[in-house]
T-cell receptor, first 113, second 111 residues
Framework: SAVISQKPSRDICQRGTSLTIQCQVD?????MFWYRQQPGQSLTLIAT?????????ESGFVIDKFPISRPNLTFSTLTVSNMSPEDSSIYLC??????????FGPGTRLLVL | GESVGLHLPTLSVQEGDNSIINCAYS??????FIWYKQESGKGPQFIID?????DKRQGQRVTVLLNKTVKHLSLQIAATQPGDSAVYFC??????????FGTGTRLTVIP
């Protein structure tokens, strides 16, 4: 398994601003993932972040709105840009262990006013 | 793409009883399945997984059953405890593709 931390754990932001969420893992991992979980909903994959390459975005998500960085094998950031109330969600990062099981961080709870 | 769904969105059980949470999937090519538990305010926690070459796998108080004929997955929790109250998600994976998550079942344990 892996121990994953996220910062911030929660935030309240004004519309039109941007927030960068950090994800730190206690071991080197090849693949990191960013998910969105809207209130009362399941998890939706935003993008996959591999170190040394551009992130791969899922349908409905674009780099301009959700830029991702992956500077090394233990760290990634997700930025939620030009926020609107519809971006209010839990944002989760996860890591891929042995290319199968994914372990999740505690999440970042974002409220956009 | 794959479709993963759950039969029951909510489930209430008495403490000490066994719980069964069900999940249907639509992609017969899915070869790996995971159950996650998500408590309020926390991220999903890995519970148990199963590969498609198995039909049953047991952990501590939990058992996952896979029926590939009807594309059905279930999670059984023995002697359910108040600490088991959470939302449970099934997820499926096909080869090297990403995980797809079901809609979730909220389990409430009544003391």
């Amino acid at each position: 398994s892996a121990v994953i931390s996220q910062k911030p754990s929660r935030d309240i932001c004004q519309r039109g601003t941007s927030l960068t969420i950090q994800c730190q893992v206690d071991s080197q991992v090849t693949m990191m993932f960013w998910y969105r979980q809207q209130p009362g909903q399941s998890l939706t994959l935003i993008a996959t972040a591999n170190q040394g390459s551009e992130a791969t975005y899922e349908s409905g998500f674009v780099i301009d709105k959700f830029p991702i960085s992956r500077p090394n094998l233990t760290f990634s950031t997700l930025t939620v840009s030009n926020m609107s109330p519809e971006d209010s969600s839990i944002y989760l990062c996860s890591v891929d262990v042995a290319r199968e099981t994914q372990y999740f961080g505690p999440g970042t709870r974002l409220l956009v006013l | 793409g794959e479709s993963v769904g759950l039969h029951l969105p909510t489930l209430s059980v008495q403490e000490g009883d066994n719980s069964i949470i069900n999940c249907a999937y639509s992609n017969s090519a899915s070869d790996y399945f995971i159950w996650y538990k998500q408590e309020s305010g926390k991220g999903p926690q890995f519970i148990i997984d199963i590969r498609s070459n198995m039909d049953k796998r047991q952990g501590q108080r939990v058992t996952v059953l896979l029926n590939k004929t009807v594309k059905h997955l279930s999670l059984q929790i023995a002697a359910t405890q108040p600490g088991d109250s959470a939302v449970y998600f099934c997820a499926e994976k096909t080869g090297a593709n990403n995980l797809f998550f079901g809609t979730g079942t909220r389990l409430t344990v009544i003391p």
